[in-house]
């Protein structure tokens, strides 16, 4: 895999402090990459060892017989439900582990040739991850970012001026970037995208559907 | 002592970096001098040793509680880790109530996850430390974090061979050398910024340092784990 997350990004997925929409997005990129998974594992090992150096509080003196009242009757294996999934995956593509619990809204009109669905309903609504669907050749909508934009590509191929983006790969778009991907010329493109901070379109088109989408 | 630390934190008091601090850095001081180079005194070879047998018995522990719902091995599980995570959480920022509350329900979540725990895979510190991380994104944001892998609700969609976890056990072995081999200084920026989720210039205010030096102390630190970590 080319593109892969920063060990900056991956080392605050793995303390727990990206926004949800953002770990998503990497979770689900680390379904599909076996060497950012093994790195998010290390630094998890990192957060087993501050663990370990942790100043120790004392619990108050009834906190294990509190616990221990509580073991028994309790079922071990809690799966999550399924979420409801109203987009269309065309091609057969599975969507990553990841997405599965979370629901998955139709498919709206973005821009000409593109699409989006919401995903889910937790979080502060401009951090809300969303699927990104766009038509061969496409330009997906430019914006300027005061954020970070996470996106992962599912199908098909994205372009821009840094490099090309194939299924399984990272990009991350950060407020230096005037970002302007395009989808590959001869497969539509379908990507998990997600804003950590505020993202501004720049086009006419991109200030109409903002309030849209609300960011 | 720790009620006291935890009243320099929220008002921000200038020892807020020693008092809080002390005793990590201490930690990784003595774990540094325990390494093989620096000269072993018998003391030193048996905390070494206990520190590794420790890891390796709350793994076996928590495989007895998957095995036979062992509340010995629970309580003994509950003595060691319990009142680290509720400092880890304290340390974060969190109130002793509220982090006395998650502390008893990451052990909980012990108890009722233990058949997900797989030693070949991880620690059992690191395997706790993914259950406290995602209680306390619960906690704070009212929201699920997506990361579940090492509870393994969700397969990774490639497949893991036998090699591959030895590598991970080897892999988190190499953490632990690495993270040995950095400073304290090092350390304690990747403490803050990452696990106890400060903005930098709350580090720069709390460590007394320029906002550039912490930046450029962090961007280091990171620089110097990923050399030690290597590329895979």
Known sequence: ?215 | MIRLRCICVQSGMDDFGTLTFGNFNGRWLRARRSMPKAGKTKSAIRRSFQAMTEAVNYSAKITRIAAHGDKVAFAEIFAYFAPRIKGFFMRGGMAPGQAEELAQETMLTVWRKAQLFDSTKASASTWIFTIARNLRVDAIRRERYPAAHLMEEHEPEFESSPSDDLLRVESEERVRRAMRELSSDQMNVIQLHYFDDKPHSEIARALDLPLGTVKSRLRLAMQHLRNLLGEE
């Open chain 1, 1 to 215: 895999m080319t593109h892969r997350p920063s060990d900056d990004i991956l080392m605050a997925y793995a303390a727990g402090n990206l926004a949800q929409g953002p770990a998503l997005v990497v979770s689900a990129h680390l379904s599909l990459c076996s060497e950012s998974a093994q790195r998010v594992h290390q630094f998890e090992a990192a957060g087993g060892i501050t663990l370990d150096d942790a100043p120790v509080a004392e619990l108050m003196s009834d906190a294990l017989e509190k616990v221990l009242a509580q073991l028994d009757g309790e079922s071990v294996r809690q799966i999550p439900p399924r979420g409801r999934h109203l987009a269309d995956m065309p091609g057969g593509l599975v969507l990553p582990a990841p997405l599965q619990e979370y629901d998955i809204g139709k498919w709206r009109f973005l821009a000409p040739g593109v699409q989006w669905s919401s995903i889910g309903k937790g979080g502060t609504r401009r951090n809300r991850p969303m699927l990104l669907r766009s038509k061969p050749g496409m330009v997906l909508p430019e914006h300027t970012h005061q954020g970070v934009e996470y996106t992962l590509v599912l199908k098909g191929s994205l372009h821009d001026a840094i490099g090309d983006y194939y299924p399984g790969d990272f990009i991350m778009a950060d407020a230096s970037l005037e970002h302007e991907p395009s989808a590959g010329p001869d497969e539509e493109c379908i990507c998990l995208a997600a804003v950590d901070g505020r993202l501004q379109m720049k086009s006419r088109l991109g200030r109409l559907i903002q309030p849209l989408l609300g960011f």
